[in-house]
């Protein structure tokens, strides 16, 4: 069984920067579309941006492009979310998903394409 664990997650200013980071554990192999979704308090959980690992390609929501970088070390099963210039709407608990796909999810920021989720690292963006 593959378990997510992400990890980075904390408190920063307006405009800072953070880098999530998820590594998985357990028997894995083959290829993965990968994803980071975020739930702000009194909302539904939104996909941030995910990447396949096949094909790195990578999708992003219209409100982070060109803030956040979605990306894959070279085992292609650790994930990394590099945010920058922060804003209090990005206030959230982000998590990591996974699922075993040789083509690519779609649709790729929708939460019913991944089956495996992280418990989620918070990132508290303040003013």
């Known amino acids: 069984e593959v378990e997510l664990k992400e990890s980075g997650g904390d408190s920063v200013q307006v405009g800072g920067s953070l880098t999530l980071s998820c590594s998985p554990s357990g028997y894995i192999w083959g290829f993965y579309s990968m994803a980071w979704f975020r739930q702000a308090p009194g909302k539904e959980r939104e996909g941030v941006a995910n990447i396949d690992s096949k094909m790195l390609t990578a999708n992003y929501a219209d409100s982070v492009k060109g803030r956040f970088t979605i990306s894959q070390d070279d085992s292609r099963y650790n994930l990394t979310l590099h945010m920058i210039n922060l804003q209090p709407e990005d206030t959230a608990m982000y998590f990591c998903?996974?699922?075993?796909?040789?083509?690519?999810?779609?649709?790729?920021?929708?939460?019913?394409?991944?089956?495996?989720w992280g418990q989620g690292t918070q990132v508290i963006v303040s003013s």
């Open positions: 998903a996974a699922r075993r796909a040789h083509e690519a999810v779609y649709p790729p920021l929708s939460q019913s394409s991944y089956d495996k």
